[in-house]
């Protein structure tokens, strides 16, 4: 059974940093390019940070570009994502997912709120 279990959301105040990590399991993790994504309330989703499946190459939204940063275990089966000066338009449910060819995964969510 595939799982992706983010944790480490909560919340911050304006400047802050948080650390999200997502758990993988059910799938040959280290074969798969993770990703993370935000949803805010009432906007789409938004494609944050990308991560190849060996961790050497890395791609940002310009939104939080030089302020996130995507990384990987892949002996411990975790990407995560590192947020530093965090903004109130941070604030969103965020999402790890595993993608490859027509394979497809997402996990729950975890939620970050930015605010004083």
């Known amino acids: 059974q595939v799982q992706l279990v983010e944790s480490g959301g909560g919340l911050v105040q304006p400047g802050g940093s948080l650390r999200l990590s997502c758990a993988a399991s059910?799938?040959?993790?280290?074969?798969?390019?993770m990703s993370w994504s935000r949803q805010a309330p009432g906007k789409e989703r938004e494609l944050v940070a990308t991560?190849?499946?060996?961790?050497?190459?890395?791609t940002y939204a310009d939104s939080v570009k030089g302020r996130f940063t995507i990384s990987r275990d892949n002996a411990k089966n975790t990407v995560y994502l590192q947020m530093n000066s965090l903004k109130p338009e941070d604030t969103a449910v965020y999402y790890c997912?595993?993608?490859?060819?027509?394979?497809?995964?997402w996990g729950q969510g975890t939620q970050v709120t930015v605010s004083s």
């Open positions: 997912s595993a993608k490859r060819f027509w394979y497809e995964y």
């Open positions: 059910g799938f040959t993790f280290s074969s798969y390019p």
């Open positions: 991560i190849t499946t060996t961790g050497g190459s890395t």
